[in-house]
């Protein structure tokens, strides 16, 4: 049975190329590309995964991970970036991200990714 995910990301093209890869799994996949969206949609919908960018145009994904993991203790979160230098994904688990995958994605890894926080 696939998972019900939401990204959160502020790149049109990521946003799709995400649906369209994890969707061909079976997954039911939303996204928004804004943090205000997309804490309307976490409490609209309850997905299982969320895909949350630490840069956002209306705020931090970063600092918005201790919020939603309050709110929402059993959703998943993996967190994504473009900077990658190794802080980010620090404080990023440090948060509560479950994961944290760097941009660009190695889209082979997706279906790991998802199996490895659904357990």
Known sequence: MGAYILIIDDEPDICRLLQLSLSRHGHVVKYVHRLRE???MLQQWRP???FLDIQLPDGSGLEAIPEIKSRFPDLQVISISAYD???EQ???LTAGAARF???PFNIGELQDVIYGVKR
Do not use: R, S
């Open 48 to 50: 299982d995964i969320l």
């Open 85 to 87: 230098n190794g802080l």
């Open 38 to 40: 997309g804490m309307q």
């Open 101 to 103: 995958l760097p941009k």
């Open 90 to 92: 620090e404080k990023a």
